[in-house]
């Protein structure tokens, strides 16, 4: 497992990152930083970078807190809160909560909302609609999505690839590639997901919902605790989309919150974060 992670040049290439980030504080000498905060190895090291330098930080929790996502857990860093950043604002008070119960002081952590969804924007559940299937950012877990949806008859399937990572498949009368998101779709019969935001989403909006469990690998849970939804595989997922029945929708500002414009502007302009405070 080293040789091959090696093998890929990612440790090189955060390793410049790295290098990138400290010459950029240095040449741009900002009072404070934000960025879509996961808490990967580059965050950790820019964190530390801009403490050291008296840079105040301001993460912003990007996508979802998944239930399995422990990435964002202070726990998985070596030097624990050191490397957190000095405030996190969250899409909701559900991803807010899961931080918090993982070890984040709640005097670092607020809501500060999402434009992710739209109140108005939502397909509704018809079962003689097509299934939406968002393709993940892994491309094993594409190909096996997508030969599992060519596998089954008389069911139509609009297939979104990732945005970051394209795959290519052919098309057929029953699969069809997209380019519009779950909002752009005036009905939906199911939406079957893989390790994507759009599972959350497919749920809020209240259309049945379920999570593809690939062979290749592991595909991570992205669901907040106390979120489940059935799991299906290539030999379960004819079955289970014979019935569909829609779910009852899921309250969208825990998940979701309208931006909180003014909370922004408080950390964005003021001394609220103090760079200089672990």
């Not at 993982?102 to 397909?123: H, K, L, Q």
């Not at 014979?242 to 414009?261: G, H, I, Q």
Request: aromatic share 8%.
């Amino acid at each position: 497992a080293a040789r091959r992670e090696a093998g890929t040049a990612a440790g090189a290439a955060i390793r410049w990152q790295q290098i990138c980030q400290r010459n950029w504080l240095r040449a741009v000498k900002p009072g404070k930083v934000t960025w879509p905060w996961e808490n990967h190895s580059w965050e950790r090291t820019f964190v530390r970078s801009c403490r050291q330098a008296g840079i105040a930080t301001l993460g912003y929790q990007h996508s979802v807190v998944g239930r399995q996502m422990l990435n964002y857990a202070p726990r998985s860093n070596p030097d624990g809160l050191e490397s957190i950043p000095d405030r996190i604002l969250c899409s909701g008070s559900a991803m807010a909560g899961q931080l918090v119960r993982w070890g984040i002081p709640s005097d670092r952590v607020a809501t500060g909302g999402a434009r992710r969804i739209a109140d108005a924007a939502a397909p509704v559940f018809s079962a003689d609609a097509p299934v939406f299937m968002p393709l993940p950012f892994d491309g094993r877990v594409s190909e096996e999505m997508i030969s599992a949806a060519r596998a089954i008859a008389g069911k139509v399937f609009l297939v979104k690839e990732h945005p970051m990572t394209p795959f290519a498949f052919a098309e057929t009368e029953t699969l069809r590639r997209t380019d519009k998101p779950l909002s752009g779709h005036a009905a939906l019969s199911a939406v079957v997901f893989a390790a994507s935001t759009v599972g959350l989403e497919s749920l809020i909006a209240g259309i049945p919902t379920f999570r593809f469990r690939p062979e290749s690998c592991m595909a991570l849970d992205i669901l907040p605790a106390g979120q489940a939804v059935g799991v299906v595989d290539a030999d379960t997922l004819g079955d289970i989309l014979k019935n569909p029945e829609p779910v009852t929708a899921l309250r969208r500002d825990s998940f979701f919150a309208p931006v909180d414009a003014g909370l922004w502007r408080t950390y964005l302009e003021t001394e609220t974060c103090d760079g200089k405070q672990a």
